[in-house]
């Protein structure tokens, strides 16, 4: 397998060497792996930390900054941050004001960011915790107990980093975040397995030929496997398993994110047939955002995140962000 990289051992590590030379404004503290906005702490504003496994960049370091998260705490790949790297990330950013750990429903975070929440607490850090849980593909998985956290968190993270931007408290920051995640549902189809760095070779067996309908970022089982579609076909599969569980009422926010090695050539054409199936189901769009953003290192493929978004979610959305994954109106 060839890949751009030294060893497997040391691929974090020099990621994020990477990233603090080419973003001056974020302070990336290699050794203790938390990556932090360099303003923070900001005075009288809640602070928000995330975090997970590498290998879903720019998930979530390359949305730290002004709107959006105040931290973020890097595992290895695929693989959940320790507790230790979260205590560090919320006493570094914390103003007074109180931290929103956002975690994605996965069982090593969500173990791992309870008690990170227990030793903040201890030091005297109001946490307030909002976990991520959108995948409408399967109940349980390999990783989880209940639905997985995927595209959602871009939204929740976005969104209630902005409410945390206008000063508003913890608590109603919080809520933004729930409101969010409730609001938000999931579908991921791969083209192609993703292959880790430590065993450069593919983590599941997908058959040339064959694609896998609601695959998690980890590579997980989804529903079912099919013999290739076309993208239309998968663009119906998909809107429809999301809207089977959403049910809008109101305009929708739609990301068509790419899971790492589908080119945008491809995932404009996908996105086409989003809006050709939403507009076919009567579910108007406020908002469209298109390209890698919660990626499974180098999975072919795509996913589907619709949120029923009110006037105040819109607002938020539009909101000035700031980071090296998303950046606008600034």
Known sequence: MRMLINVAE????????GM???????????????????????????ALVSGGGSGHEPLHGGFVGPGMLSAACPGEVFTSPV?????????????GAGVLFIVKNYTGDVLNFDMAAELAEDEGIQIAKVLVDDDVAVTDSLYTAGRRGTGATLFVEKIAGAAAEEGQPLERVEAVARRVNERSRSFGVALSACSTPAKGAPTFDLPSGELELGVGIHGEPGR?????????????????????????SSPVLALVNGMGATPLLELYGFNAEVQRVLGERGVPVARTLVGNYVTSLD???ASVTLCEADEELLRLWDAPVSTAGLRWGR
């Open 10 to 17: 040391t691929v974090v590590a020099d990621a994020l060497r």
């Open 20 to 46: 603090a030379s080419a973003h001056p404004d974020l302070v990336v503290d290699v050794e203790n792996r938390v990556v932090l906005r360099r303003d923070a702490p900001v005075a009288g504003q809640v």
């Open 83 to 95: 507790p230790d790297q979260m205590v560090r990330a919320a006493a570094a950013v914390d103003s």
């Open 224 to 248: 079912e496997r099919r013999s290739m579609m076309t993208s239309g076909e998968i663009a119906d599969f998909a809107v429809n398993a999301v809207l089977e569980d959403l049910a809008p």
């Open 299 to 301: 999975m072919a493929g």
